[in-house]
């Protein structure tokens, strides 16, 4: 075959950097930074943050037109110590930030009164968020610390940050719209009085002997029980259509609609524990009624109840409260026990059931 003579446009395409030289020089510029000799923990930030920190918070008023009272209240909600005034602190993100919730108060989306609430339940979900995530970094750098390097390379560690960060904030879009898009079904479908206050059951699942294990284990030995722990509860709740509220070390939170469902969450919990052999027993209480949702988070009577069941609950058992075992007391496969009334915090006699399984008969 002959070859086909070469145009300016050929030769231009075949000495253009390729993509791969494009984000290396990319990489290259933003190790650089604003300035050779700035420090790595300064680099670092700036490229976590996006920016550079450039204004105090009385700069950061006077841009946003958000009150220093506002702005103090607002940051202390999201979880951030207190700064001076003349500390230069923040960036061209915080003022975008602060008129962004200023025009969603202001056109009458988010309640004034609780714009606060608002901005602490985010702040305490996206903490957690950030404390897991930098472990990954750590874990980098821990990794070059063991291979035998005195200490971690910087500009590795920058582009590790550069190449991770792009792609776990791609990530949280991804799983907050699929939340968005299950919680939006349910409230479509819901009457006006459900979007207040609903009918849930609300189930706790605590560790037998935490205490205990805190004293006996390692660090390390604590963290991997707890994440086993934590991830074989996430893995029946969500399987169960339920949903898990929050984590509170050795106790897990979790709600769901359907009781029957709340009965097979409670009993696999207590089979997957078994099966895993490496977990503690656990306590597990629930109790059904309406329930006031607010900001991820779930309050009301029927809560407490959950709470002091689990407390009252023997290791590798199930407590329901009356509401709960009146919705189960028909459906096959299950057996509810009435246990006496007890006395805890709150409740004088607290009436209760014992959820097991039918037993199956031995085959002749």
């Known amino acids: 075959m002959v070859p086909m003579d070469r145009g300016p446009e050929d030769e231009a395409a075949a000495t253009a950097p390729s993509s791969a030289d494009r984000i290396t020089e990319w990489l290259s510029r933003l190790l650089r930074g604003p300035a050779p000799l700035a420090p790595f923990?300064?680099?670092?930030?700036?490229?976590?943050?996006?920016?550079?920190?450039?204004?105090?918070?009385?700069?950061?008023?006077?841009?946003?037109?958000?009150?220093?009272?506002?702005?103090?209240?607002?940051?202390?909600?999201?979880?951030?110590?207190?700064?001076?005034?003349?500390?230069?602190?923040?960036?061209?993100?915080d003022v975008e930030a602060l008129e962004l919730i200023d025009d969603?108060?202001?056109?009458?989306?988010?309640?004034?009164?609780?714009?606060?609430?608002?901005?602490?339940?985010?702040?305490?979900?996206?903490?957690?968020?950030?404390?897991?995530?930098?472990?990954?970094?750590?874990?980098?750098?821990?990794?070059?610390?063991?291979?035998?390097?005195?200490?971690?390379?910087?500009?590795?560690?920058?582009?590790?940050?550069?190449?991770?960060?792009?792609?776990?904030?791609?990530?949280?879009?991804?799983?907050w719209r699929r939340h968005l898009a299950s919680l939006a079904g349910r409230a479509l479908a819901a009457s006006p009085d459900e979007?207040?206050?609903?009918?849930?059951?609300?189930?706790?699942?605590?560790?037998?002997?935490y205490t205990r294990m805190t004293r006996d284990l390692s660090e390390t030995e604590l963290a991997e029980l707890i994440e086993r722990f934590e991830s074989v509860a996430?893995?029946?709740?969500?399987?169960?259509?339920?949903?898990?509220?929050?984590?509170?070390?050795?106790?897990?939170?979790?709600?769901?609609?359907?009781?029957?469902?709340?009965?097979?969450?409670?009993?696999?919990?207590?089979?997957?524990?078994?099966?895993?052999?490496?977990?503690?027993?656990?306590?597990?209480?629930m109790a059904r009624g309406n329930v006031l949702s607010r900001f991820g988070d779930v309050y009301g009577p029927v809560v407490n109840i959950a709470s002091r069941l689990t407390s009252a609950a023997k290791p590798g058992t199930v407590l329901v409260d009356d509401e709960l075992a009146a919705s189960l007391q028909d459906e096959p496969g299950l057996r509810l026990r009435r246990r006496r009334p007890i006395s805890v915090r709150g409740y004088s006699s607290l009436s209760s059931w014992r959820l097991t399984p039918t037993p199956v008969a031995a085959p002749r």
């Open 195 to 209: 979007l207040v206050s609903t009918a849930l059951v609300v189930g706790f699942a605590d560790v037998v002997g």
């Open 104 to 175: 969603l108060v202001g056109s009458g989306i988010i309640d004034p009164t609780l714009e606060a609430a608002a901005a602490r339940a985010a702040g305490q979900s996206l903490a957690r968020l950030a404390e897991w995530e930098i472990g990954l970094l750590n874990a980098h750098i821990a990794a070059q610390l063991t291979n035998g390097s005195d200490e971690a390379d910087e500009a590795d560690v920058l582009r590790f940050a550069a190449t991770v960060l792009p792609v776990m904030e791609r990530l949280h879009s991804y799983i």
């Open 234 to 285: 996430a893995d029946v709740i969500a399987t169960n259509a339920g949903r898990l509220v929050k984590t509170l070390g050795d106790e897990v939170l979790f709600v769901v609609a359907d009781p029957l469902g709340a009965a097979t969450i409670g009993l696999e919990l207590l089979a997957a524990v078994r099966v895993d052999g490496g977990l503690p027993d656990l306590r597990i209480g």
């Open 41 to 93: 923990s300064e680099r670092l930030e700036r490229l976590v943050l996006g920016d550079a920190r450039r204004y105090t918070r009385l700069e950061v008023e006077a841009r946003s037109g958000v009150s220093r009272e506002r702005n103090e209240r607002l940051w202390r909600a999201l979880g951030f110590a207190d700064v001076a005034d003349d500390d230069v602190v923040f960036t061209n993100a």
